[in-house]
């Protein structure tokens, strides 16, 4: 029979991990959509594109659990590529898109308040 205690523990992970991935789409979304958006798509097509990427995560993720099991050595530097490759797209393409036009204020106010968000969800949720 199953905890309670230890229960409520892999509950509030569960939880943690569902908004993190949650979080974690927006800039995967953007990455797709702005650079659209940039050589003219529609606003909706260009959102509708980044939307779609999303589709082939849960499918993505039955393989990953599987290849979790099979490369538990090697996950801590899978995840640190998977984390730098994040960076580099934020890196590369997010911020120097941000700051063209003329609402790059806004932009940089919205990597502030972003960061602030995910340093307070890291803390609380531990």
Known sequence: MLDPALALSLASGAVALAIGI???NVPEG???AM???REGFS???SFWYGQLS???EPIA???GAAA???VQPILPYALAFAAGAMLYVVVEELIPES???DHSDLATTGAILGFTVMMVLDTALG
């Open 22 to 24: 949650a979080l974690q």
């Open 30 to 32: 953007l990455a797709i």
């Open 35 to 37: 650079p659209l958006r």
């Open 43 to 45: 606003p909706f097509r």
């Open 54 to 56: 999303a589709i082939v």
């Open 61 to 63: 993720a039955l393989v």
């Open 68 to 70: 979790v099991i099979l």
């Open 99 to 101: 700051q063209r036009g």
